[in-house]
């Protein structure tokens, strides 16, 4: 056996040991395909450097399984756009790169930001910028594709309004310059605003309120003397008199804190906050034109090394998203096809939107670095340095005592600070609004605007009440311990006092509330021109404002100064129900007059004559008077009487009409009779109780109150004295003012008492109190009625001049409009359960005309559809009815309709004919009653004749039986026929007496009967003459007119 040597043994081995590494090189590092992003920075040692390229490769561990991504970092030389289009050119399109990483932090890198940004953006490639300047951060257009790496503007007004809150400052002014993009800057405010605003809206918490924006004009051809001169008559001509917070978005902005300092608005009272444009590069040595204490947000810092942190984490946060939307991606490749080819037209990448959309919906809270972006495309990762003008030794100089981060695995903003020095070098901050106020405020009891209640047992006011002084009165508040100076301390609540505590917590004053001495709102004296109540009271310098339901007047407002109506108002009129009985006309009141005549006369009469001409029209009815009265007895009154009959439900007996179109016709009216005693019945019942009832005046304009004594009684009513609805009235309706002078009261309840017991009928006010009047009163026995008259409104009153107080209020009133809680305070106060039910409508109101619509349609189209039928029905008989018959054999139609059937028949045909023809004959009354005399006589002289043949009967059977007797007495021959032989031995005379009797009983017993014309006789009776001859006849009688003939009882 041959043994190896060791060397060969171990050559073998090493052999093989290398063919297993290579083999297993081959398989684990087959790479992917390849995926490129390139990083754009201008060439500028302190921004490279900041680039650790080394941390590029932890990134991108997740994706090299399925890419071989790499990132390639090109500097900016000259920043032209020859030198931007060769990278383009040479670089990124050769390469097929994907996305970019963009960083502007110079001016000089800002004008490559915009070649970058255009041309990238018309070939559809996403970019992640890194640009504090950013513009649109609130915008999000659908063809822009860059993701927002730095800190923007809006990150800015983020951090200012969160340190504003830390401090308690609400209100602030917005300072900004024309040269700068202000728009961006006080759009955020704005957005950030109003959302905080809507969160607290109900809670009332927090909420800011921009006082004013305004935007200094720069112009670069002007001197820095002059523009600064300029400058300082603008800002103490624009600011706010009550403003203490500044905020500053300008590169200009040493000019303008120049002219703030020699406008006075940099002293310890004010604070001024400015943007990272406002600042520039901070350094330790702060420029003198900065005040102490003014803050400052900003991306940068006065230390090196933290600027060179905040470039490689923008670096590394661009490409994380990157590597992330590949990881999305899962080895699908997105790459563009660019060339720099002139002769090939360039076109966007398709891909790109899709690529910006998977980068921008990418979070990563645990990743090696954070990312999340919003809707807008706007890093969620970003960080602010707070600074804050300091002094250090003999200068000023930059310090960093804060930052405004986003806090690890949830990215939500957080603001730390130390270290502050405030204005004027203070260490306290300063109040961010004036001093507290205080001020005087006259009121007056009016509910529910202003009420007065009792202290509690601890002497205090219970909630929402506020201690108020009003005036003393020893009847009504005895041995008031709190009594002073003609004063006594009780409560106020109402809608008023709410308003005013609003007031007081917005703008933050303290006050003294007190009752006008006189309890009067104020009226204009006409005779000496000086006004009394609560107008005198801040004329004279009593108050400092006015606060109650103080109606705004022209005469006032010459007076004094009034803010914007918090409430509005007019002039109303109240009156109290009446318990009545149930009216005579009761019956008639579920209708007005209007409705009754349409319905009992116009639709009946209407209806009524629609009917009978449907009828005479109607070949099955009277067909134009063709159709005998003995047959089908209808006429006008017969409609009318059916009309009737079947709108009041009343079983009587009534004609019916034949044709098709007026039973149609019927059968409409049947339903509007239906709905009309179904309405009427319903309304009656409201009507037939005791109602209340009261004067329902139109207005001020109603005659009761123009013209009171032609009422009766006579008409009265009041209002309040000393009150802006009488200095109304006193100008406006001098007769009716001349006449209420007797009955107007002191106050409001003393004329709702007066009017509850009527000794008044009407009471005429401002609208807001009687409506809570109305709503309050137990029995609900009070109503508005009449339209409101001199609208106007409800407004807090200043003495004159007072206009900058004045202005703060009408902004906040204002504010509180748009924000629903005056709205809130109205339904709150002047809503009750009286005044809801009168909404809702307790009364029955008359039906009218229009009400009715509906059913006087309805008869309408009865008519013009009963016309229809009227035209089928003689289409019917003169064309339809011959073709039918010939289908007819069975006489299925008679069970359809009855005169349908007897139209089709040959008996029907006949009689028609027949009738016809008599028709033909005789066509009116005169002719038809000579056609009876006619057949009349002719009736007599058959009668006649037949008397006559009856007496020859007669007188030849007497004579037959006298000769047969004298025969018998000379002869043996056998007696005749029907003699009858008397076996007794009676003598022949007897038997020839007992047939003379039996012959007479021929003669005809006493019954009579009519004669044949009598059935055809109309009006005429028969001469005297004729009398006379019937009665020389003993088997006739005359009665009446009428003649009867004996007949036998064989014939009946």
Known sequence: MEIKSPKIVALSWGMFFLAFIALISTVCCQRGPKAELDIIVPNIDKVVNAIDKRNFYNIMKPIRRTYSPYARVIELEESNPDEILGIFCDTIFQKNVNALVHLSVTKKAEKSKDYVLGLASSLGLPVLSFDPDYVGALENPQNRMVLQLAPTLYHQAQAMLRFMMTFNWTHFTVVSTTDDNNFDFTAALRSLVKQNNDVNILSGQFRYKIMKEIIFEYDDTESYPDMTKRAVQFLKRETPKDNRIFLLHSSEAKTLLDAAAEAGLTTYKYLWILTSQSIGIPTKRASRSFPVGTIGVSYLSTDSDYVDSVYKKAVEIGVATWVGALQKLNGRVLQPDFTCNTSVPASQWIGGQELYTIMRNFEDLRGTVPVSFDQNGLSRNVELNVLNVQVDGYSNAWSEIGRWYAEERTLNPKLELKGITWPGDKKIPPRGRPERRFFSIATLEEEPYVMYTKRNEKGACNPPAVSCRIVYNRTLHGDDPTAANGTVQWCCAGLSIDLLQILRTRLEFDYDLFEVPDRTCGVKDQNTGKWNGLIKTLQEGGADMALTSLQITPNRAEAVEFTVPYLETGTAIIVSLRNDTISAYAILEPYDYGAWCLILFISVHSVGASIFIFEWLSPRGLDQGRTPMREHSFSLFRSFWLIWAMLFGAAVSADNPRGVSARFMGNVWALFALVFLASYTANLAAFMITKNTYYDLEGITDWRLNSPL???????????????????????????????????????????????????????????????????????????????????????????????????????????????????????????????????????????????????????????????????????????????????????????????????????????????????????????????????????????????????????????????????????????????????????????????????????????????????????????????????????????????????????
Not at 841 to 869: H, K, M
Not at 924 to 945: F, Q, Y
Not at 959 to 987: C, F, M, Q, V, Y
Not at 1040 to 1049: A, L, P, R, T
């Open 710 to 1052: 032609k009422h009766q009684p006579p008409f009265k009513f009041a209002t309040v004295f000393n009150s802006s609805t009488e200095e109304n009235l006193r100008d406006n309706h001098p007769s009716m003012y001349e006449y209420m002078t007797d009955f107007n009261t002191q106050n409001i309840k003393e004329a709702v008492n007066l009017l509850r017991r009527g000794q008044i009928q009407a009471f005429i006010y401002d609208a807001s109190p009687l409506q809570f009047q109305v709503g309050i009163d137990k029995n609900c026995q009070l109503m508005l009625v009449g339209k409101p008259y001199a609208m106007s409104g409800y407004a807090v009153a200043f003495p004159k001049g007072q206009t900058e107080l004045k202005e703060e209020m009408d902004d906040l009133i204002l504010e509180l409009q748009d924000d629903g809680e005056l709205e809130r305070l109205r339904k709150y106060w002047l809503s009750g359960p009286c005044y809801s039910k009168q909404r809702i409508g307790q009364s029955s109101q008359r039906l009218r005309e229009l009400n009715f619509t509906s059913a006087f349609i309805l008869l309408a189209s009865g008519i013009v559809l009963g016309g229809l039928l009227l035209v089928m029905e003689h289409l019917y008989f003169r064309f339809g009815r011959k073709y039918l018959k010939k289908y007819d054999k069975c006489g299925c139609c008679a069970l359809v309709s009855i005169s349908m059937g007897k139209s089709l028949t040959f008996e029907q045909t006949i009689m028609e004919a027949i009738d016809l023809k008599k028709r033909h004959k005789c066509k009116n009354p005169i002719c038809e009653t000579s056609l009876w005399k006619i057949r009349h006589e002719l009736d007599l002289a058959l009668l006649k004749i037949e008397k006559l043949n009856k007496e020859l009967r007669r007188e030849k059977n007497l004579n037959a039986l006298t000769s047969s007797r004298h025969e018998a007495e000379g002869s043996s021959d056998p007696l005749p026929i029907g003699w009858k032989d008397n076996e007794a031995g009676a003598g022949s005379s007897d038997a020839i007496d007992a047939k003379h009797a039996e012959v007479e009983n021929l003669r005809p017993e006493t019954n009579m009967r009519r004669s044949p014309s009598y059935t055809q006789a109309v009006t005429s009776d028969p001469t005297s003459e004729s009398e006379a001859q019937l009665q020389e006849y003993s088997d006739l009688r005359y009665n009446d007119g009428k003649v009867y003939q004996k007949v036998d009882n064989d014939e009946v």
